[in-house]
Nanobody
Framework: QEQLVESGGGSVQAGGSLRLSCAAT????????MAWFRQGPGKEREGVAG???????RYADSGKGRFTISKDIRKNTLYLQMNSLLPEDTAMYYC????????????????????WGQGTQVTVSS
């Protein structure tokens, strides 16, 4: 049974940092695309950062230079290091795994993702 469980969210002031974790079970971890999404109040869910098949990463413009995605294959855990946080980063953050094998470049389109965690809340105050 595939399962994704996020942790690490919280409340920080602008300029602060958080590291999110996503523990994945039941997956052949290296096969699907893995990514972080977020959904702010009244907004659509959007891709933040993701891995392609061979470890290539891609980032949404909103997080470039501030967010870093990484993974520990032995622990089957995905991470998102977020630095220089802004109030507009306030959102529920979700870990996701794609249906089937991943392309080399990966994807940040939510339609390509089948499995979702329950989310972890990030709140950034000014």
């Amino acid at each position: 049974q595939e399962q994704l469980v996020e942790s690490g969210g919280g409340s920080v002031q602008a300029g602060g940092s958080l590291r999110l974790s996503c523990a994945a079970t039941g997956f052949a971890f290296s096969s699907p695309c893995m990514a972080w999404f977020r959904q702010g109040p009244g907004k659509e869910r959007e891709g933040v950062a993701g891995f392609g098949r061979y470890g290539l990463t891609r980032y949404a413009d909103s997080g470039k230079g501030r967010f870093t995605i990484s993974k520990d294959i032995r622990k089957n855990t995905l991470y998102l290091q977020m630095n220089s946080l802004l109030p507009e980063d306030t959102a529920m953050y979700y870990c996701a795994a794609s249906r089937g094998s991943c392309s080399s470049s990966g994807t940040l389109s939510k339609a390509d993702y089948l499995y979702w965690g329950q989310g972890t809340q990030v709140t950034v105050s000014s």
